[in-house]
């Protein structure tokens, strides 16, 4: 995988009609397939008197995820079409979900592929598009006597991290993917090998 990649900066919402079918484009940021199912299924009961829900997502799980459903609508003319746009713009850990109202007039596959590629694209549009560094979490464990040292380190590295302080003090540090081992190599030479490092 690439050392960044493109995905929505948040929630994104777009509407419109066509020819009396009402398609709402539902848009989140999921890291997870568990959070894109979560939100699949938070808008399916938000949702629950519309004719059609349809999910599409793309997860940087291991291994890679991607998922589309037409919900009913006909074969290939929904879920695909809304998830070819996530493809296209090549967005990951990303979930779209289209909601349709049905307004009483058939539109054949080509009029439903459009509309559900378009709630999907304006939906996006209205998420926004970002590029993000792939991240990862690790605890460190160390005794007072070496907490400075952990502390002046981290904060120097410029990286997130949160500090408790009981028995001994534990750093929850959260680092670009591609810096995380050099950062853990430096922190057991600065303790002398004393920390206690837990890579989540």
């Known amino acids: 995988m690439a050392d960044t990649y493109r995905t929505v900066a948040d929630r994104g919402e777009a509407r419109f009609e066509v020819q009396g079918s009402e398609f709402i484009g539902h848009v989140a940021p999921a890291t997870t397939v568990a959070d894109a199912e979560a ?3 938070s808008i399916r009961e938000a949702y629950a008197d519309a004719t ?3 999910p599409a ?3 940087r799980a291991d291994p890679f995820r991607e998922y589309s459903s037409d919900d009913d609508e006909p074969t290939g003319s929904a879920g695909k079409p809304g998830l070819n746009v996530l493809q296209q713009r090549d967005i990951e850990n990303v979930v779209a ?3 349709r109202y049905y307004g009483g007039t058939n539109l054949g596959v080509g009029g439903l592929a459009r509309a559900y590629s378009k709630a999907v694209k304006d939906g996006v549009d209205a998420a926004g598009v970002v590029e993000e560094v792939p991240h990862e979490t690790f605890s460190v464990t160390v005794e ?3 907490s ?3 502390r002046g380190l981290l904060e120097s590295a410029g990286v997130e991290f949160d500090a408790t302080y009981e028995a001994d003090v534990a750093f929850d540090v959260r680092v670009p993917t591609a810096e995380g081992a050099a ?3 430096r922190l057991r030479s600065a303790t002398s090998g004393r ?4 890579v989540d």
């Open 39 to 41: 939100f699949v299924a």
């Open 52 to 54: 059609h829900n349809v």
């Open 57 to 59: 997502y793309r997860v």
């Open 97 to 99: 979900v289209v909601t």
């Open 144 to 146: 007072y006597d070496d």
């Open 148 to 150: 400075g040292s952990v």
């Open 183 to 185: 950062l853990r190599d």
């Open 195 to 198: 920390a206690d490092i837990d």
